[in-house]
């Protein structure tokens, strides 16, 4: 019986997504952002394998364009077409991780303050209000310039300032469920509070948590590539951000590099974009009332 009513269930998630999926295929901006993200996604796997040169390894300084170098050389002759595949695996792994780890803390936090209320949600609010009111960019600086430069520190840093937002939102769609008549009967049942969270009340938060989710993605590539070229990423890895930073640190606007500066400029453009389309695509599949009718 038990075995019975998981094949059901597997049955009924598949079917769902099997749905979404078909809803989603309709929206052509989504489809193409989903194009995009794919690419770069591609780019970031098999960048070792595409990238004609080693990135670190070093050659003829400050060459433009060429059958040999596509994007020339930067100051200390490595590849920049190079730099920029190899720096697509970082600036997406710093997004992916700091998105998941950002929604993860401000969905674990909204649903708690929404849920319980009372102490503990004017408590988790006021912490909530009290990060949200410092700046992000000066409480970066303080971060990193006490945890260090490495990418698993910035990784952390932005999801220590971006999780109040996510918390907010969340928030505000418990306040609502929780009062709601298949809650109300879950309690009185004998349900626990874990089991209303998990089984009803997170579920339908997700409409609102994957788009928040690929947004934050959005917003952790930008922040990487702010930080690295303002100096404060790890520069000795490649990344978009650090490509940009020994640009503008080594004479590459002065010298009016194009082939130096356009290529990881475009990079970013593109990816923010491509998940920009993918989060308002499935917020209009996750929510019936934004579909174009």
């Excluded at 060429?66 to 100051?75: F, I, K, M, Q, Y």
């Excluded at 700091?98 to 803390?105: N, R, S, Y």
Aim: proline residues 4%; aromatic residues 12%.
């Amino acid at each position: 019986m038990a075995i019975k009513i998981r094949i059901d269930k597997l049955k009924f998630y598949r079917r769902k997504i099997f749905d979404l999926w078909n809803t989603y295929k309709k929206n052509k901006m989504g489809i193409f952002g989903l194009f995009i993200v794919g690419f770069f996604v591609a780019l970031a796997i098999f960048g070792p394998y595409v990238a004609p040169y080693d990135p670190y390894a070093m050659g003829i300084p400050r060459q433009k364009p060429s059958p040999e170098h596509w994007l020339g050389t930067n100051d200390v002759g490595q590849d920049i077409l190079s730099e920029v595949i190899y720096g697509t695996r970082t600036s997406l792994t710093v997004g992916l991780i700091a998105a998941v780890l950002t929604v993860f803390v401000g969905t674990v936090i909204g649903l708690v303050a929404g849920y319980f209320g009372g102490g503990v949600d004017d408590l988790l609010m006021r912490f909530t209000d009290m990060v949200l009111s410092l700046p992000d960019l000066a409480l970066m600086i303080v971060l990193i310039a006490y945890g260090g430069r490495s990418i698993w520190n910035i990784i952390l840093v932005i999801a220590i300032v971006s999780w109040t937002s996510t918390a907010r939102m969340v928030r505000s769609q418990v306040l609502s469920l929780k009062e709601r008549s298949f809650v109300e009967a879950a309690r009185a049942i004998g349900a626990g509070d874990t089991h209303i969270i998990l089984r009803h009340i997170l579920p339908n938060v997700m409409s609102i948590v994957l788009p928040l989710t690929i947004m934050s993605v959005v917003w952790g590539i930008l922040t990487e590539a702010g930080l690295a070229f303002l100096g404060l990423g790890d520069l000795t890895i490649k990344s978009w951000g650090t490509i940009l930073y020994y640009a503008a640190y080594r004479g590459g606007f002065i010298l009016k590099a194009w082939w130096w500066i356009i290529p990881p400029g475009l990079c970013i453009t593109f990816t923010a974009l491509g998940f920009t389309l993918i989060g308002y695509a499935l917020d209009e599949v996750l929510n019936p009332k934004l579909r174009r009718i």
